[in-house]
């Protein structure tokens, strides 16, 4: 499956961003997909993930309740609404998929091309 992630951007603390990673070339509905994070020198981590249905979400840390992860298995596309950012969110973010569930990058069968947030002070 090819993953095409976009909506990064720059943002002032406190802003929002929704990013917006685009599936193509297998039945999305098949896909546990998902949103990690990394900073440079740092360990990609995981932010959210949302089940084949979009039934079940699953949110990292302090995640919940700031960032909202959203499917549409119609447009084969993942979202991830990100509020409240903070300048610790900056990072390179990656959209993610798996047959499987997962919350560690190990499991992670494909993966999209980076989107760079930053956040500013």
């Known amino acids: 499956v090819q993953l095409q992630a976009s909506g990064g951007g720059l943002v002032q603390a406190g802003g929002s961003l929704r990013l917006s990673c685009a599936a193509s070339?297998?039945?999305?509905?098949?896909?546990?997909m998902g949103w990690f994070r990394q900073d440079p020198g740092k360990e990609r981590e995981i932010v959210a993930s949302i089940n084949w249905s979009g039934s079940s979400t699953y949110y990292a840390g302090s995640k919940e309740g700031r960032f909202t992860i959203s499917r549409d298995n119609a447009k084969n596309t993942v979202y991830l609404q990100m509020n409240s950012l903070k300048p610790e969110d900056t990072a390179v973010y990656y959209c993610?998929?798996?047959?499987?569930?997962?919350?560690?990058?190990?499991?992670?069968?494909?993966w999209g091309k980076g989107t760079q947030v930053t956040v500013s002070s």
């Open positions: 070339g297998r039945t999305f509905s098949n896909y546990v």
């Open positions: 993610a998929a798996s047959i499987g569930l997962f919350e560690s990058p190990k499991s992670v069968d494909y």
